[in-house]
């Protein structure tokens, strides 16, 4: 199976810093890789797919880019509304599998 | 709208059995894919079961092959997962989420674009 590992586990910032999280895969998975923010209670929704492409209605402060291993989310200007848990996944083969998790809360 | 909603979860001994569902609906169920992923209290996302639009082909974790069977009824636009042998690790919140395919550049990328709210399953003596 692809191991995926996140950094870093947790982050504080504040509302309107640039925010960045790193994905790394234990082999090369080209750009199947999706980005999934999930808050408190809720169900996982997902923001990137295919390592770039924004999913509709998601907001374009969202980014992703990488491919091969390296992947990274960044949220260019954090909003209130940004303070959750994310999850990179990865798409390349069966198993699918998670990142651990990437929490950012308030500084 | 398009929506998952499931059913099914509770609180069960070790070592019996439990069969949750998803009804899907605002959407061709029988043309889309459909995953089962748990999250165990406090932990993260964990894929449990895959099943192709047709039912031909079915994937699982290793964490759960020979207990858990994934199956889904095109005509009633509703997705299962048969849990056998639970075990207190299988205790978790359970969600069903859509597989979606999109072509870019020549090939498929799949990801989870739509999951229900998942229902609590919980092992427990």
């Known amino acids: 199976d692809i191991q995926m590992t996140q950094s870093p586990s947790s982050l504080s910032a504040s509302v309107g810093d640039r925010v960045t999280i790193t994905c790394r895969a234990s082999?090369?998975?080209?750009?199947?890789l999706n980005w999934y923010q999930q808050k408190p209670g809720k169900a996982p929704n997902v923001l990137i797919y295919?390592?770039?492409s924004l999913q509709t209605g998601v907001p374009s402060r969202f980014s992703g880019s990488g491919s091969g291993t390296d992947f990274t989310l960044t949220i260019s200007s954090l909003q209130p509304e940004d303070f959750a848990t994310y999850y990179c996944?990865?798409?390349?083969?069966?198993?699918?599998?998670f990142g651990q998790g990437t929490k950012v809360e308030i500084k | 709208q398009v929506q998952l909603v499931e059913s099914g979860g509770g609180v069960v001994q070790p070592g019996r059995s439990l069969r949750l569902s998803c009804a899907a609906s605002?959407?061709?169920?029988?043309?889309?894919?459909m995953h089962w992923v748990r999250q165990a209290p406090g932990k993260g996302l964990e894929w449990v079961a895959l099943?192709?639009?047709?039912?031909?082909?079915?994937y699982y974790a290793d964490s759960v092959k020979g207990r858990f069977t994934i199956s889904r009824d095109n005509s009633k636009n509703t997705l299962y997962l048969q849990m056998n042998s639970l075990r207190a690790a299988d205790t978790a919140v359970y969600y069903c989420?859509?597989?979606?395919?999109?072509?870019?550049?020549?090939?498929?990328?799949?990801?989870?674009?739509?999951w229900g709210k998942g229902t609590t399953v919980t092992v427990s003596s």
């Open positions: 605002g959407f061709t169920f029988s043309s889309s894919g």
């Open positions: 996944q990865q798409s390349y083969s069966t198993p699918p599998t």
């Open positions: 295919a390592a770039s």
């Open positions: 082999q090369s998975i080209s750009s199947y």
């Open positions: 989420a859509r597989d979606q395919g999109t072509r870019i550049t020549g090939t498929i990328h799949n990801y989870m674009d739509v």
């Open positions: 099943i192709k639009y047709d039912g031909s082909n079915k």
